[in-house]
């Protein structure tokens, strides 16, 4: 079980941090991925974590966002830096046994997500 939290409304330039906590497993022998989906749009890879701690990033994100994992605490976090309103949508973590994949159906345990808003 994988549960999203952190979601919320932010002025253009501010920050988030969101975690993605799961219960059930050994959380630190999966890849984790954050995706997002924008009304209207595919969800789209945001950032991933493998199991080494190596980070992968969408060039859309890459200097403002980062992402980290606690395996101690089973919960991979996003931190979301200089917030821009193209970055407004629910937010999904994603789990999966080997390493970190860009595509959706690649990955077996999904979150319920979390929405974030972001105003100009």
């Known amino acids: 079980l994988l549960v999203e939290s952190g979601g919320g409304s932010v002025q253009a330039g501010g920050s988030l941090r969101l975690s993605c906590a799961a219960s059930g497993r050994t959380f630190s022998i999966y890849a984790v991925g954050w995706f997002r989906q924008a009304p209207g749009k595919e969800r789209e890879f945001v950032a991933g974590i493998n199991i080494s701690k190596t980070t992968y990033y969408a060039d859309s994100v890459k200097g403002r966002f980062t992402i980290s994992r606690d395996n101690a605490k089973n919960t991979v976090y996003l931190q979301m830096n200089s917030l821009e309103r193209e970055d407004m949508a629910v937010y999904y973590c994603?789990?999966?046994?080997?390493?970190?994949?860009?595509?959706?159906?690649?990955?077996?345990?999904w979150g319920q997500g979390t929405q974030v808003t972001v105003s100009s």
């Open positions: 994603a789990a999966r046994r080997w390493g970190v994949a860009r595509t959706t159906d690649e990955y077996d345990y």
